[in-house]
């Protein structure tokens, strides 16, 4: 079974920007989640989606948003970047039912978002 | 803010040694679960130890879970130089979002 797939792995972007990064789950896995990780706040919940719907978010501003297509493929937007968006984004599937939490997360390798 | 906060930041040991680290957290919680990342790379689950349950063993990884006094630990045995690595405990809070703490970072020296 492949992995949970991200791209792109590395980029770019100056402030004010915005930048979309894509995240393909384990095949059968209907829920993503998103994960910020900067060394000083850790890692950081921004939102989980569950057949195409929002589940949970995080405690982040409007300018994070995210989608889940039909096909369980999950994107996320940072619209107006800032300096401090600088960050490893990781995206995680499981296999978790409608019901709640099951089981483990898979992790893929993450999109370090440098901006500059 | 983080549930899950583990003990030490960092530790340095000898391979061959023992690691033990510590996590603890504050609400109710269905499942804690422990990952460990390689630097820059994405996060690898360990293992995964449920509310109704004391202890659980997983190759040379031992997992304690109290659930009086809300807190886990980790033993990593016979410790090798390709455990290097940051380890995170994370708190499955019935149906809400995973919790991870800040991680422990652990360096085996050869």
């Known amino acids: 079974k492949a992995g949970v797939t991200q791209t792109p792995r590395y980029l770019i972007k100056t402030r004010g920007q915005q930048v979309t990064l894509s995240c393909s789950p384990i095949?059968?896995?209907?829920?993503v989640s998103w994960y910020q990780q900067t060394p000083g706040q850790g890692l950081q919940f921004l939102f989980e989606?569950?057949?195409?719907?929002?589940?949970n978010k995080g405690n982040f501003p409007g300018r994070f948003s995210g989608r889940q297509f039909s096909n369980s493929r999950s994107e996320m937007n940072v619209s107006t970047l800032e300096l401090g968006d600088s960050a490893l984004y990781l995206c995680?599937?499981?296999?978790?039912?409608?019901?709640?939490?099951?089981?483990?997360?898979?992790f893929g390798e993450g999109s370090r978002l440098t901006v500059l | 803010s983080q549930q899950g906060e583990e003990d030490p930041q960092a530790l340095s040991i000898q391979e061959g040694e023992n690691a033990t680290m510590n996590c603890s957290y504050k609400?109710?919680?269905?499942?804690l679960q422990w990952y460990r990342q390689n630097s820059g790379r994405g996060l690898v689950h360990l293992i995964l130890?449920?509310?109704?349950?004391r202890e659980k063993h997983s190759g040379r990884l031992r997992v304690t879970l109290d659930t009086s006094k809300k807190s886990s630990s980790l033993l990593i045995t016979a410790s090798r130089a390709a455990d290097t690595a940051s380890y995170f405990c994370?708190?499955?809070?019935?149906?809400?979002?995973?919790?991870f703490g800040p991680g422990t970072r652990l360096s085996v020296l050869p």
């Open positions: 995680a599937s499981s296999p978790r039912s409608s019901g709640g939490n099951t089981g483990e997360l898979f």
């Open positions: 994370a708190t499955d809070n019935y149906g809400q979002n995973f919790v």
């Open positions: 609400t109710s919680i269905n499942n």
């Open positions: 989606y569950f057949s195409e719907t929002q589940r």
């Open positions: 095949s059968g896995h209907r829920s």
């Open positions: 130890i449920r509310s109704n349950e």
